[in-house]
């Protein structure tokens, strides 16, 4: 696992659905909104996560929106605002909305299928390419998500400066594509020769995911460096919010595999157990990498 000693050494409404028993806090949120990064294509967030929120809607019974953050910034922008009530992250850009003292809370996380909860910052090369490790790739163009993406952004900096490398120096281009998939499009059209991703075990990815949806063939790349495990991504929600909605909320998420499988099956690609709790202290390696980070940044100007 990612943790301290390897660091230092668009929207869409869901309608509520029969109205639950009247509840204090319904006056004050007839509408909830919740919010997730852009780690696929709009439609495939829309197709993904449109059931979900009419399942918690039904099971809030208040109106709940799905909002497709922009970028990353977004999602912590919009729950510093209070206008995101609750958000699907990555480690990284939920550990930044800590940092700059967001009101928000960690309550479920995803579970791969071995039951770890963790998953791998990669480096793909087209895989009929030449290259065998990044230090083949000098003067190549890099493709990275998002500067508050962990696997598309931090664990590679972190990486590339314990084996020497100033991307911004080594590579002929640094180019920030906005979401995962966009880095794999531009390493198969040519626009970047290496790309950053996620991956989580040999049976998912998000090369994978893409395959399945008949964006790319995933032979047609290859992993030349693969990370320690980073804990996997959290759903959070506003510490704000009342108590009684808190718990609501986290009730309906954490029991959603077992009172919806097909949807859970569908929102998961079959491809994770059910989530588990989990709360912030679970992120504070990710809160130390990017320091780190910001560090390496600074000091680079």
Do not use: C
Not at 69 to 83: F, K, S
Request: net charge positive; aromatic share 10%; proline share 5%.
């Amino acid at each position: 696992m990612f943790n301290r000693r390897s660091l230092l050494g668009a929207a869409l409404a869901g309608a509520a659905i029969r109205p639950a028993a009247a509840q204090p806090w319904r006056a004050a949120y007839p509408e909830l909104v919740f919010a997730v990064i852009p780690a696929e294509n709009a439609a495939g967030v829309l197709n993904r996560y449109t059931p979900f929120v009419e399942y918690l809607a039904k099971a809030l019974g208040t109106k709940v929106t799905l909002r497709i953050a922009n970028d990353y910034a977004a999602l912590i922008e919009g729950q510093r605002a209070g206008n995101i009530h609750i958000g699907q992250y990555g480690p990284s850009s939920f550990a930044r909305a800590l940092m700059i003292g967001v009101p928000v809370e960690a309550f479920a996380i995803e579970v791969n299928l071995d039951g770890s909860k963790g998953y791998h910052s990669v480096f793909y090369v087209k895989a009929d390419s030449s290259y065998q490790k990044i230090e083949d790739l000098r003067g190549k163009n890099l493709g990275l998500v998002d500067p508050n993406s962990t696997s598309g952004n931090n664990v590679p900096r972190f990486a590339m400066n314990k084996m020497g490398i100033n991307p911004e120096q080594f590579f002929g281009r640094v180019v920030y594509t906005g979401s995962h998939e966009n880095a794999v499009i531009a390493l198969n059209q040519g626009t970047v020769d290496i790309a950053a991703n996620w991956w989580n075990d040999e049976q998912e990815s998000n090369l994978l995911r893409m395959a399945r949806k008949g964006m790319v063939k995933a032979e047609d790349f290859r992993i030349i460096f693969k990370s320690e495990q980073i804990v996997n991504s959290p759903t959070a929600y506003l510490t704000t919010l009342p108590a009684e909605l808190r718990a609501a909320i986290r009730t309906a998420v954490l029991e959603l595999p077992a009172k919806e499988p097909a949807l859970f099956e569908r929102l998961v690609d079959g491809k994770q157990r059910p989530w588990v709790a989990v709360d912030n202290a679970a992120y504070q390696p990710i809160i130390e990498l990017n320091r780190f980070v910001d560090g390496l940044r600074r000091h680079r100007g």
